[in-house]
């Protein structure tokens, strides 16, 4: 009967118990208590008063004699100041005691009215008699001072009065006395009454307590086997549940529970609970079987399924919708960067890979290292493009010169077989002059003989000529002779004429002969004359033979020096002969040699040609495929300098490792310091630069602008994550940064396009 | 002269604004380098701390960037509750919070001394 009542009703079972015993205990003490009470009530109320105000009656009367006896004393002299004094306080003194003995009848009577006690009731109005008597009694004594002082005023005799007055007085204070005796013993009853009742008021309540207890304990216990039971099957109950929920156990149990209170109640709602438990167990585990197939084929890579089953469970399905958006995110992104790979699979190098708002980390990692990849593809394609055509350009000169070359090279084969021919010839005439120049020193021996003899013959001309010169000057001294003799004989014809002339007609005769005489005589000075010249002449001849003969002479001797000299000169021509023989052998031998590499030209040059036309084919094939990828046209503009294609590209990649880098050591509470824009291969390179002519453009400026920037932000993020911020204040730092990035990669192409601009003009100036 | 407070070396100030300029957020550091408390700022906007000597073009340039959605870098002098003044080499984000409204968040740190001296000069002929 017991297990079928609810909690609360076993519990008021006690609970009312207990207040029957308590009630029970309250009235027996409070009725205890009330005759205490009453019996204190009367003592402190009307006993203590009354016994309070006989006392100070007793005190006023006591006080009434002091002063009728200073009184006594002062009425020597009823004019004094001190008997008047007295007069008055006697007067003050008789209305307090009146009116004190008015308030002890008022007592008196009040404590009769109140008392239930007949025996009490008795003593209180004796009480009061003796009371009436004492007023009685007062009031006669104030008669008596007052007859006291009209006497003693009057002068009179007041001995009988004072007896009087000490009589009156006396027999109050018995009265007082007897009051006071009569209160003692009141307060004494009064004290044993309460006394007695208190002694009666414990043994009940001792009595009272005890069952109560016993009954109490008896009942508590019962109750409390009884929900001690309950709970410790709900306990073993709720203990497998949550070894149920935490997964130690399988197998799901409802609780064994009889009994109809709260705690069966709260057993059946557990089973309850149980029961809704082992289904939503059922379908959260159905749901983390599907998550676990989802997530596995997400983890080979096989996005296409999201987990569909919702659970009852708001914080598993937001998980779960948490997971398909990660799904989602993970699959578009994913998607992207496959399409870009795969265009650059594909040879599609133009293909702009787009760029994925709200990415950061690692994916966008992946994203600008696929962008870094296709961008340096395309300057690698851009420059082989470049490269490629120039040496298509370079194969047709190859392919044309080798033609020439070998042109040429035939034509230098004929030209040398021609001169082999020569040489023969010219071999042939050396050795002939070889032997013509031993004939020529024999004939050069025979002339120097001819010329000894023609030097003995030239001295004797010499003599001869010495000899000739001699006569020829006798001659002269003949002719001088006849000469004088002319001109004394013209003197003579002159005398003659002159006499003839004198000896007029007869000398007449006579001066024709002395003119006859005279025209001999010019005659043979004439004839002298001619004679003179002719014998100078012949003299300067003779002279002239002489000088002949000296110089023949010395024309024989210089003959003779130059044939030794010629002789000399034909030995060495002899010589030079055999020696040109040899080298003109070693000449035919190179000629011939000549001849053989002007033929392996001649052969090399078809191989060049061909070789040419193999390269030709090679680029045209280089080129057919260059032209089947789609690359980005624009990269020409910036592939001048190779070496900054792959500088700049290790910068790029530089970056995208650096904030990966720096992202993977973000943590709460850690102060991150970031290298600073200056200290990474970009800034060092910068710093190298900046007096190059492309440091000092708008592009150059942008890039520094930048490139800062992304310092600056990877810097900004760690302290985000130091002191411990958002993620949506994280990721709007990361998501700017993202954008700067490409911001950085595009200034470096910038870059590039302007450095190239300004080679290509100075190239154009110089 | 007003006095300087000069930032800790790893100083961290981050405030942010709503749309219209004014502060919905300050952390510790911003407050205590601005000696307001965060109860003053917030709602304010955040113009209450620009100190005079910025030329007014420094923040135009500022709002028009910013507003375009591109980040802003500068240095910033600003002024103090007490009168006193600081610099910082800031760094503002725009960004749009989970309500998509948009927002806009300093960075601020310490900035050297020579930036500074460049800034100043550079603020002066502005001015």
């Known amino acids: ?766 | 002269m007003s006095r300087e407070t000069v930032l800790k070396d790893n100083a961290f100030l981050v405030s942010e604004t709503d749309s219209k300029g004014n502060i919905i957020f300050a952390n510790e550091e911003f407050c205590n380098v601005a000696e307001y408390t965060l109860e003053e700022l917030l709602g304010q906007p955040h113009n209450m701390v620009r100190h005079p000597d910025m030329p007014h073009a420094a923040f135009k340039d500022l709002w028009e960037t910013v507003k375009s959605n591109e980040v802003w870098q500068g240095y910033v002098k600003n002024k103090t509750k007490n009168g006193g003044f600081y610099w910082v080499h800031a760094t503002v984000y725009p960004y749009k919070n989970s309500n998509g409204e948009q927002c806009y968040m300093s960075c601020r740190r310490k900035p050297s001394y020579q930036a500074i001296e460049d800034a100043q000069a550079l603020y002066r002929t502005m001015r």
């Open chain 1, 1 to 766: 009967m017991l297990q079928k009542l609810a909690l609360g009703k076993k519990l008021s079972l006690i609970a009312g118990l207990g207040m029957l015993s308590l009630i029970i205990i309250t009235v027996v003490t409070y009725r205890g208590l009330a005759s205490i009470g009453s019996e204190l009530e009367e003592i402190a109320e009307y006993q203590i008063p009354l016994n309070k105000t006989i006392t100070e009656l007793g005190i006023d009367i006591l006080e009434e004699e002091i002063i009728t006896l200073e009184l006594v004393i002062a009425s020597k002299d009823v004019h004094s100041s001190q008997f008047k004094q007295l007069e008055e306080d006697i007067d003050k003194l008789e209305h307090a005691t009146d009116k004190k003995l008015k308030e002890a009848e008022h007592l008196a009577k009040r404590a009769i009215d109140h008392s239930h006690d007949p025996k009490v009731k008795v003593q209180y109005e004796s009480f009061l008699q003796n009371l009436l008597t004492l007023e009685k009694e007062q009031a006669s004594f104030e008669k008596l001072i007052q007859t006291y002082e009209k006497h003693v005023e009057a002068g009179k005799d007041t001995t009988h009065d004072f007896e009087e007055l000490h009589h009156e007085l006396k027999s109050m204070d018995k009265l007082v006395v007897s009051l006071a005796l009569k209160m003692e013993n009141l307060l004494e009853a009064s004290t044993l009454q309460a006394e007695h009742d208190e002694e009666d008021i414990i043994k009940k309540f001792l009595i009272v307590v005890g069952v109560s207890f016993v009954l109490l304990t008896l009942l508590s216990m019962l109750i409390i086997g009884n929900v001690l039971s309950s709970i410790k099957s709900l306990n073993s109950g709720l203990k497998k549940m949550f070894g149920f929920l935490n997964e130690e156990t399988d197998t799901l149990e409802l609780i064994k529970s009889t009994s109809g209170d709260e705690i069966g109640q709260l057993a059946k709602i557990v089973n309850e609970n149980i029961l809704k438990l082992k289904s939503d167990v059922e379908i959260d585990r159905k749901v983390m079987d599907e998550a676990r197939i989802v997530i596995g084929k997400v983890n080979v890579g096989l996005f296409n399924e999201r987990i569909e089953s919702k659970s009852s469970s708001a914080s598993l399905n937001s998980l779960i919708s948490e997971i398909n958006n990660m799904i989602d995110t993970s699959y578009s992104n994913l998607t992207i960067l496959s399409e870009s790979l795969l265009s650059l699979g594909n040879a599609q190098y133009d293909k702009e890979i787009p760029r994925v708002e709200g990415i950061t980390g690692l994916t966008a990692a992946l994203l600008s290292g696929t962008k870094v990849t296709q961008s340096t593809i395309n300057d690698v394609i851009a420059l082989i493009d470049n490269s490629n055509k120039r040496l298509s350009f370079s194969a047709q000169d190859l392919s044309d010169s080798a033609v020439r070359l070998s042109n040429s090279s035939n034509e230098q084969a004929a030209a040398l077989e021609q001169t082999a021919a020569a040489i023969e010839e010219v071999t042939a005439t050396i050795s002939h002059s070889s032997e013509s120049s031993a004939k020529m020193a024999q004939y050069a021996k025979n002339v120097t003989n001819s010329s000894k003899v023609g030097v003995e013959l030239a001295n004797k001309t010499s003599v001869s000529m010495d000899d000739l010169s001699k006569e020829v000057n006798t001659i002269n001294e003949a002719i001088t002779i006849i000469d004088q003799i002319a001109f004394q004989t013209n003197i003579l014809s002159l005398n003659a004429a002159v006499e003839a002339a004198t000896a007029g007609e007869a000398g007449k005769g006579f001066a024709v002969v002395a003119q006859e005489v005279r025209n001999l005589a010019a005659r043979s000075a004439e004839a002298a004359n001619e004679i003179k010249s002719l014998v100078e002449s012949a003299n300067s001849k003779a002279m002239e033979g002489k000088t002949v003969a000296a110089q023949m002479i010395e024309g024989f001797n210089e003959l003779d020096e130059n044939i030794t000299t010629t002789i000399t000169l034909i030995d060495d021509v002899a010589n030079s002969s055999k020696e040109q023989e040899k080298v003109m052998v070693q000449i035919n031998e190179t000629v011939n040699s000549l001849d053989q590499a002007t033929q392996n030209n001649a052969n090399l040059s078809n191989n060049i040609s061909s070789m040419a036309k193999t390269t030709q084919d090679l680029t045209a094939q280089l080129q057919g495929v260059i032209d089947s990828t789609s690359f980005d046209e624009n990269s020409k503009k910036r592939v001048c300098d190779t070496s900054k294609i792959f500088d700049f590209a290790q910068f790029k990649a530089e970056h995208v490792v650096f904030k990966n880098d720096y992202f993977a050591k973000c943590q709460a509470g850690k102060d991150v310091h970031v290298q600073g824009s200056h200290e990474c291969g970009l800034g060092k390179w910068m710093k190298e630069n900046e007096n190059e002519a492309y440091a000092q453009t708008p592009q150059w400026e942008e890039l520094k602008s930048v490139h800062d920037r992304v310092h600056h932000m990877v810097q900004d993020v760690t302290n985000l994550y130091r002191d411990d911020y958002d993620n949506g204040q994280i990721i709007s730092v990361t998501e700017n940064l993202e954008k700067n990035i490409d911001k950085v990669f595009k200034a470096l192409d910038d870059l590039r396009e302007v450095n190239c601009d300004i080679e290509f003009k100075n190239r154009g100036a110089s």
